[in-house]
């Protein structure tokens, strides 16, 4: 597709249940990353990856969140044991070349995975 | 974690007013972004801002990025009902790619 696609779009997961939250980046995209949307804030970094190599996983919350991107394109971000913190809304971004935004390098966000769990 | 200090929270205007919402942090950036996010959907970005004092137009938008690379301002002119939405600035670090953003302002324009 000509934009960054996830899925599922929305997801209603009961509390300690596991989840795997999928991003297709715009092909040929070399820089990948995951924010965090909370209701009523602003996204938070979680993870960047370069090709499949995960550079910095800093902003992962706690020990239950992991990202995998093995061949360097599709992402994905899993959440074991939901809690009902975990609630939010997921973006994966991705540019063409390098991590920073620039005029040559624009980082195209997803529409996100909605993650309620109750 | 950290995010920018923006505002308003939230604004109700009527169609062919003027918007200003501006956004600070005690952090330098070296780039500041504008971005607008509409309902179910991802932050697409408006306007990018690489330069201190740097005045960006997009349209209808203008941006400023503010000389002490501690704030910026988005004004949008004649709004019309679809730029409904919530607007949020980001800043970005030098080697720093992380962007941080702002809560965001929610704008309601009444036709």
């Known amino acids: 597709g000509a934009g960054v696609s996830q899925s599922p779009r929305y997801k209603v997961a009961k509390r300690g249940q596991d989840v795997a939250l999928r991003c297709d980046p715009i092909?040929?995209?070399?820089?990948l990353f995951w924010y965090q949307q909370a209701l009523g804030q602003g996204p938070e970094f979680l993870t960047y990856?370069?090709?499949?190599?995960?550079?910095?996983k800093s902003g992962l919350p706690s020990d239950r969140f992991f990202a995998e991107r093995p061949e360097g394109s599709v992402s994905t971000l899993k959440i074991q044991r939901t809690q009902q913190e975990d609630s939010a809304v997921y973006l994966c971004?991705?540019?063409?070349?390098?991590?920073?935004?620039?005029?040559?390098?624009?980082?195209?966000f997803g529409e996100g995975s909605w993650l309620t769990v109750v | 974690g950290q995010q920018l200090n923006q505002s308003p929270q939230s604004m109700f205007i009527q169609e062919g007013e003027d918007v200003s919402m501006n956004c600070t942090s005690s952090?330098?950036?070296?780039?500041w972004l504008w971005y607008k996010q509409d309902p179910g959907e991802g932050p697409v970005l408006l306007i990018a801002?690489?330069?201190?004092?740097e005045l960006t137009s997009n349209g209808r938008l203008t941006a400023q990025f503010g000389i002490t690379r501690k704030d910026s301002f988005l004004n949008i002119s004649a709004s019309i009902p679809s730029d409904v939405g919530i607007y949020f600035c980001?800043?970005?670090?030098?080697?720093?790619?992380?962007?941080?953003f702002g809560k965001g302002t929610l704008l309601t324009v009444n036709p």
């Open positions: 990856f370069q090709n499949e190599a995960q550079l910095d």
């Open positions: 971004a991705s540019s063409l070349a390098g991590r920073v935004q620039s005029s040559g390098n624009t980082i195209y």
């Open positions: 092909s040929g995209h070399v820089s």
């Open positions: 801002l690489y330069k201190a004092g």
């Open positions: 980001a800043g970005q670090g030098g080697s720093n790619y992380k962007l941080t």
């Open positions: 952090s330098i950036f070296n780039t």
